[in-house]
């Protein structure tokens, strides 16, 4: 895996985690160049972050600031790595949390929220993950939620102020892009 485009381009990342499917570098070249302009300066969330590489991307194409939030401790090491690697340490955060705990604590206002739950994530749990983010002041309007899943996986209960803007399919990887 390799950062994409902007100013960390070419970078190698981190090995990945046991147990964690990263968006793969076709997918998430399809998905920025499709952001264009919203990415710009953007305060960024990651949830699920696994390798951090898609706030990575943000953060390397001018995302202003990144926070990553993953519960698995060998992600939050595998994140702070590839920080160190792009050096966009200093426009990063990572939290080592449960993302529906984090989403309780009102964490501020962003941007671009990207998604990216285990394929297994529990239906129900995804549906609460989704609810929490539209109504707990994490996105605005001009937000943007970006939430991928598998081709095999059920339709998650998405709330009704959510617009999908466009659907991006790589392999068995569905991103689907919300604009709020």
Not at 66 to 93: C, G, K, Q, W, Y
Request: with cysteine; net charge positive.
């Amino acid at each position: 895996m390799r950062v994409i485009g902007g100013s960390a381009k070419g970078t190698r990342l981190a090995p990945v985690p046991a147990g964690t499917r990263p968006v793969s570098d076709r997918a998430r070249e399809g998905l920025f160049s499709s952001l264009g302009d919203h990415v710009e300066g953007a305060r960024v969330l990651d949830l699920f972050a696994g390798t951090g590489a898609l706030g990575i991307e943000a953060l390397s194409r001018g995302a202003a600031h990144a926070l990553f939030v993953d519960s698995a401790p060998a992600a939050a090491r595998t994140i702070a790595e590839n920080l160190r690697r792009t050096r966009l340490e200093a426009l990063a955060e990572v939290r080592r949390l449960d993302v529906r705990g984090f989403l309780r604590q009102r964490p501020g206002s962003f941007d671009l929220v990207l998604a990216d739950p285990p394929y297994r994530f529990e239906p129900r749990a995804l549906d609460l993950v989704l609810a929490e983010l539209g109504g707990g002041g994490v996105i605005g309007p001009g937000s943007r939620v970006i939430l991928t899943r598998s081709s095999k996986s059920y339709s998650p209960v998405i709330p009704i102020d959510w617009v999908a803007e466009r659907r991006l399919c790589y392999g068995d990887a569905v991103l689907i892009v919300f604009a709020i």
